[in-house]
């Protein structure tokens, strides 16, 4: 670039800052790749949580939502007065940070599935009026290695339909990603899979995980069930936890130390809740504060028990053993493309006896998973180098080339 160009002025789109390790894990994915190959790029962020990712990541951040209790529940006629008009000014405050833009890039995560509560009002509410202004000003938006789901909430599907069909690109982390918005008549034909853009980031030195036995690492969630579960939240829940109490308890009394982890703030109540109906010293709560935390945590492990994606895939990546207590099928998605298919147990039973028969399985398995992960690991970071040049050739094409709009089916 000569001094009298222009800097390339990349926007990065998303619930950044605000609490979760496996969103803020793949910004931090999507960061390191143009700070390597884009050294000159101006970037900045619109994200949740912009104080957090302007002191973490060292980039200019710009809140999400002008309501700053947007995500939280209104029962005032005051903070449902406050939403609403949130939603008329947001469309002007996105409208000016798209337009200040040549790309726009939105680094993974689950941002078209509904596998937790969520409104349409919200998140989705956002995403598409990235897209819409994206394509009203002549900004590239890029949707990269993103999750995606069935949505039966109509207003949500609408949302997540139409976001995918004004972004100049998608991609997704996983088959049935890209299957489930086919489903949903989007045209997908010129989307690709991927992988989840967490298996670019770098994964602990090997002598950081070598040496004594470690303990075994059981990642918590406050899971309360789907969107389409509201009405049996409690019961989910209460089910859920009471199943880990149970498996964490069996560990303790065969001498085995446990490390709980959290990947998003509002677990932390959960490992509490665990520790205390434990009470054992054998039980304590990992501090971690970001993905390269958690990812220390599962290389020193002897096995992982996981709920939460990222720590999933945190696990998988530093080639730790893993049993997923899976949510939804992304988690059995990953397991089995890492070679772990047979190690998924439905955290809607979170049956205690069955999942300790699973766990000593894993365990008298672990050489061979081990080996298996190794290979795996390889070949997922392939494609996400593939990933990163086709996004490069897709956002910054040769001057002039345009592209129609994504079509639905």
Not at 116 to 139: D, K, N, Q
Not at 294 to 305: G, N, P, R, Y
Not at 361 to 372: K, N, P, Y
Request: glycine share 8%.
């Amino acid at each position: 670039m000569t001094s009298d160009e222009t800097p390339l002025r990349v926007g990065l789109f998303g619930l950044f800052g605000a609490g979760n390790s496996g969103n803020d894990g793949s910004l931090e994915a999507v960061l390191d790749h143009l700070r390597a190959t884009r050294p000159g790029a101006a970037v900045d962020a619109m994200c949740g949580g912009p104080e957090t990712v302007a002191t973490r990541y060292g980039i200019p951040a710009t809140r999400l939502n002008w309501y700053r209790g947007e995500y939280r529940t209104a029962s005032r006629a005051s903070a449902v007065a406050g939403k609403g008009l949130g939603k008329l000014v947001d469309v002007v405050r996105t409208a000016a940070w798209v337009r200040r833009h040549d790309a726009v890039i939105v680094p993974g995560t689950g941002v078209l599935e509904t596998t937790l509560p969520l409104r349409p009002w919200g998140f989705p509410y956002s995403l598409f009026l990235l897209c819409l202004t994206g394509r009203l000003f002549g900004t590239r938006v890029a949707l990269v290695s993103v999750g995606a789901g069935r949505i039966g909430n109509r207003p949500t599907r609408f949302l997540t339909r139409w976001s995918t069909r004004l972004a100049a690109y998608c991609s997704y982390r996983d088959v049935q990603s890209r299957e489930a918005m086919r489903a949903m008549g989007v045209d997908t034909g010129r989307d690709e899979v991927y992988a989840d853009l967490v298996f670019a980031l770098p994964s602990p030195s090997a002598n950081e995980s070598a040496g004594l036995p470690g303990p075994v690492c059981v990642g918590v969630m406050d899971f309360h069930g789907s969107n389409d579960e509201r009405d049996r939240a409690e019961e989910i829940h209460r089910r859920y936890l009471d199943g880990t109490t149970r498996f964490v308890r069996a560990l303790v009394a065969e001498g085995r130390p446990v490390r709980l982890l959290t990947g998003d703030e509002l677990d932390r109540p959960v490992a509490a809740a665990i520790v205390d109906a434990v009470g054992s010293p054998l039980v304590t709560v990992a501090e971690a504060a970001s993905l390269a935390d958690l990812m220390k945590e599962t290389a020193c492990a002897d096995s992982v028990v996981a709920t939460r994606y990222h720590n999933i895939v945190c696990a998988l990546k530093t080639g730790t053993p893993t049993l997923a207590l899976s949510y939804s099928a992304k988690s059995d998605a990953v397991m089995a493309e890492m070679g772990l298919g047979a190690y998924c147990h439905p955290v809607r039973e979170a049956d205690a006896d069955r999942l300790l028969a699973q766990f000593r399985e894993l365990e008298r398995d672990s050489a061979r998973l081990r080996r298996t992960l190794a290979e795996r690991n390889l070949a997922v970071a392939r494609r996400v180098e593939q990933q990163f040049t086709d996004l490069a050739a897709a956002l910054f094409p040769a001057a002039g080339r345009t592209d129609a709009p994504r079509e639905t089916t």
